[in-house]
């Protein structure tokens, strides 16, 4: 039912920026909570941004160089990320949910729904 469709990744400098965008269509129902997680090879899924109705909430690692935005007219949230490092590489995935509690917004494992994510890799 609900589908979601990443884009915007790529290669890019250090140093330098992306935005991502996450298309939506239908809706998880209830009070939705959005999402980018992102995995590194050989790490674990973990979140970057989020947010569930107007509240926003951020890892330690995007605090700061990372901004999640939503455009409802264009049913996309996006994910701007500046100063890109290195460590930043990985691929990025939008992820949405109903109903999530504030202690399980930061843990993949109870988002249902999925994108089928994004390279990012920040390298020379």
């Known amino acids: 039912q609900v589908q979601l469709v990443e884009s915007g990744g790529g290669l890019v400098q250090p140093g330098g920026s992306l935005r991502l965008s996450c298309l939506i269509s239908?809706?998880?129902?209830?009070?939705?909570?959005i999402a980018w997680f992102r995995q590194a090879p050989g790490r674990e899924r973990e979140l970057v941004a989020g947010f569930r109705g107007t509240n926003t909430h951020y890892s330690d690692s995007g605090k700061g160089r990372f901004s999640i935005s939503r455009d409802v007219s264009k049913s996309t949230v996006y994910l701007q990320m500046n100063s890109l490092k290195p460590e930043d590489t990985a691929k990025y995935y939008c992820?949405?949910?109903?109903?999530?509690?504030?202690?399980?917004?930061?843990?993949?494992?109870?988002?249902?729904?999925w994108g089928q994510g994004t390279q990012v890799t920040v390298s020379s």
């Open positions: 992820a949405a949910d109903s109903n999530l509690r504030q202690p399980e917004l930061r843990d993949p494992g109870r988002y249902k729904y």
């Open positions: 239908g809706h998880p129902g209830g009070t939705p909570a």
